[in-house]
């Protein structure tokens, strides 16, 4: 005769499994991974052909470092789904990299490998609450099911186009989605485009960046760009503590006008009559 355990041993036995409950609200097709990750990288006409170069290289870089292999195999699943993302303007988003898998040394050779094989371009127009809503919209039906799941969007100006930054922003909070960020500020704070802000840093921790934990990197180096890319993958994967380059943290009051982008866009617009 079989006998069943009763109910408060099988209570018990759930109780000790705490990624039981995931596992079951995901569909049997998605893999549970410990965090799903937009890389969501700015190519508009303001960043040169040399940052782009630098910043494409600081991630393929990144994802053939042992730390951060180590960070990805040191998690409870051991494994990670990450996307590369292009993006300019409002309806301008490629996939670079569609959904993978990156559980070993192997399988993030091959991200970085197919990141190396595609080139970058250029487009016009900056908008971040573009890339937001872009990186919201994949994380539906990507084949995972992550106990996290982060955007890390970085770019080198102000939101131009589009929603305003902040609401796109708060949607994805809204939806326990975190938004880091990386500013590019290679140029200074007088750069010479007319859609160049000196203060971007301040933008991205009070503008852009949102949800628990959140934080932005500023590359202020070209040098900066492979270190600053390894220590923001570590951040997310693992929560590794960077040796260089403090945080910024997300704020709660802006310090900045966070429609200071489309207001410089319109004044520009006005100055050329360009309507």
């Known amino acids: 005769m ?34 799903e990750l937009v890389l969501a ?8 052909p040399e940052e782009q170069a630098f910043q494409r290289a600081g991630y393929e870089a990144a994802f053939r470092d042992p730390a951060v292999i180590a960070a990805i195999r040191d998690g409870g699943w051991g494994r990670i789904a990450v996307t590369y993302v292009e ?14 898998l990156v559980e070993d040394a192997a399988s993030a050779a091959a991200f970085a490998d197919q990141l190396a094989a595609t080139v970058s371009g250029r487009l016009r127009r900056t908008s971040i609450s573009g890339a937001l809503g872009f990186a919201f919209e994949s994380f539906e039906d990507n084949g995972f099911a992550g106990l996290r799941r982060v955007v890390d969007v970085s770019g080198d100006g102000a939101n131009n186009q589009g929603l305003p930054v902040t609401v796109e922003r708060d949607r994805l909070v809204a939806a326990g989605i975190i938004i880091n960020g990386l500013p590019v500020m290679l140029k ?6 007319f859609m ?12 852009v960046i949102g949800g628990t934990g959140a934080f932005a990197l500023p590359v202020r180096e070209v040098a900066e760009f492979a270190t600053a890319i390894r220590q923001k993958l570590l951040l997310e994967i693992a929560a590794y503590e960077p040796g260089a380059n403090p945080l ?3 704020q709660s009051e802006p310090r900045i ?16 009559d360009d309507f």
Do not use: H, T
């Open 2 to 35: 079989r006998r069943f355990a009763p109910l408060s041993s099988l209570a018990a036995l759930l109780a000790s499994l705490p990624f039981l409950p995931l596992v079951a609200a995901a569909s049997a097709e998605e893999v549970p991974v410990d965090l």
């Open 87 to 100: 993006w300019a303007g409002d309806r301008l988003q490629r996939v670079v990299v569609p959904w993978r």
């Open 196 to 207: 160049s802000i000196p203060n971007l840093d301040i933008y991205y921790e009070d503008c």
């Open 257 to 272: 006008d966070c429609m200071i982008g489309e207001k410089m866009w319109l004044r520009w617009r006005r100055m050329n």
């Open 41 to 48: 990288v700015d190519v508009s006409w303001s960043m040169d």
């Open 248 to 250: 910024l943290r997300a």
């Open 188 to 193: 200074g704070p007088d750069p010479g485009g």
